[in-house]
Each structure stands twice: as structure tokens, then as C-alpha cells.
């Protein structure tokens, strides 16, 4: 897989649902510590409708296609991390505006604008232990993957390790937003759930272009 199109964008969904009903159990038992304990449920009712709603879209520029996808996650999954991942379509979508197939390239770009929406919706940055601390390491190495001509496949196994990296990290590092925050230095020691999340929708991409 060279190149993303809507036919390719719907096998990348697809697999982001079957990532996300693995990793259920996990992301309930990581949220349900110092939050609501919904966040697995949440990621696979909004992915799942998000993957079926691709399938009734005639539209082919992708750009239009992901603000409808980021309508329907917004829809689906009215939760903090929903809306999160919802502005992450979102403003991926003006880098896709009038194209029919994504490079890399377009994808770096549309990365980079996933994360300024999140960093400004969220009103969060990396380090804060938020899911921005797996996305934004992400979009990085793919961005210094395209920059050294790696292929489509190794540039997102380059940024589902990087993403796993920047989860990894969060353990160390104390909340500063939502539910646990109220809990401070007990945070500590404690992976993020949304850090978690974003690091299963990269490893589903990274899967899917596999």
C-alpha cells in the first residue's frame, strides 16, 4: 500500500475496529482507574460506526470524506477523547481538500494539522500525559520517515514505535487534565489511557498498510 485512497482509508478503519476490540478490556481497566472506565466501549462503537459510515459515502476527495468521518466519531462517541479523536479528522481534513489519493506527504501534513486541533481543542501539549503524547511522537517520525524517502510501510511502523514509545513514557509523568488530574502525583506510575488509545490507532494504520 503506496497510496491512500477511500478503498484503502475503509481497510485502515477496519482495522483500526479489530485493534480497538482487542485492546477493549485494557483501555476500560486503564480508564476506570482514574477516570469513567468507558474509554474502550467509547473507541469501539465511535470506530466501528466510523468504518460503516465510510461505506455509505459516494464522495471520493478525501478531504470531504474525513470531515464526515470526524462528524460521525463527534456523533458516535460524545466523550473527551471522541471529541479529541473526532478533532483529529477534523483538521486532517484541509490537507486531503480536493484529492483523491494521499502520499505520505499528505498524510505528515494532515498529522501535523490532527495535532494542532488536538493541542488547541484540548488546550493540552505534549507531556501534559494526554493522548497528544503518543500522537505527536507519531506524526514526527513520519514526518522525519517522509523526509528521508521511506516507504508507506515503514514510515507508519516508524510512527506506531514511536507512538508506543510516547505511551510508554506517560507513566512517568503526573496528569494535568480531566478526571486525573484531580488525583496529581498519584497519577504517577500510571499509563494514559488516552496515550494508549492514539498508540492502537496508529498500530491499526501501521497494520493496515502492512
Given amino acids: 500500500m503506496d497510496i491512500i485512497r477511500k478503498e484503502e482509508l475503509t481497510q485502515i478503519l477496519d482495522e483500526i475496529v479489530t485493534t480497538m476490540e482487542g ?11 482514574m477516570g469513567d ?3 474502550g466501549l467509547t473507541m469501539v462503537k465511535g470506530f466501528t460506526a466510523v468504518a460503516e459510515e465510510i461505506r455509505t459515502l ?3 476527495d ?17 466523550s473527551t477523547m471522541g471529541t479529541l479523536v ?4 477534523l483538521k486532517a481534513a484541509p490537507a486531503a481538500k480536493g484529492k483523491t489519493e494521499l502520499t505520505l506527504a499528505d498524510m505528515v501534513e494532515m498529522g501535523r494539522g490532527a495535532v494542532a ?20 511522537p507519531a506524526v514526527e517520525a513520519l514526518g522525519a520517515a517522509a523526509a528521508a524517502g521511506d ?56 497494520k493496515a498498510v502492512r
Avoid at 473526532?86 to 479528522?89: L, P
Wanted: net charge negative; glycine share 10%; aromatic share 6%.
Fill in 23 to 33: 485492546a477493549k478490556d485494557e483501555l476500560i481497566e486503564l480508564d476506570g482507574a
Fill in 37 to 39: 472506565g468507558d474509554l
Fill in 58 to 60: 459516494d464522495e471520493t
Fill in 62 to 78: 478525501m478531504g470531504k470524506i474525513m470531515m464526515k468521518l470526524g462528524l460521525k466519531m463527534n456523533a458516535t462517541a460524545p
Fill in 86 to 89: 473526532s478533532t483529529c479528522f
Fill in 117 to 136: 486541533g488536538v493541542m488547541e481543542r484540548g488546550k493540552s501539549k505534549p507531556g501534559d500525559k494526554t493522548m497528544l503524547d503518543a500522537l505527536y
Fill in 151 to 206: 516507504s508507506l510501510t515503514d514510515a507508519w511502523q516508524k510512527a506506531y514505535e514511536a507512538a508506543k514509545d510516547g505511551m510508554e513514557k506517560t507513566t512517568s509523568m503526573q496528569s494535568v487534565h480531566g478526571r486525573a488530574a484531580y488525583y496529581q502525583e498519584k497519577s504517577v506510575g500510571r499509563q494514559d489511557p488516552g496515550a494508549t488509545a492514539m498508540m492502537y490507532i496508529v498500530s491499526g494504520i501501521a
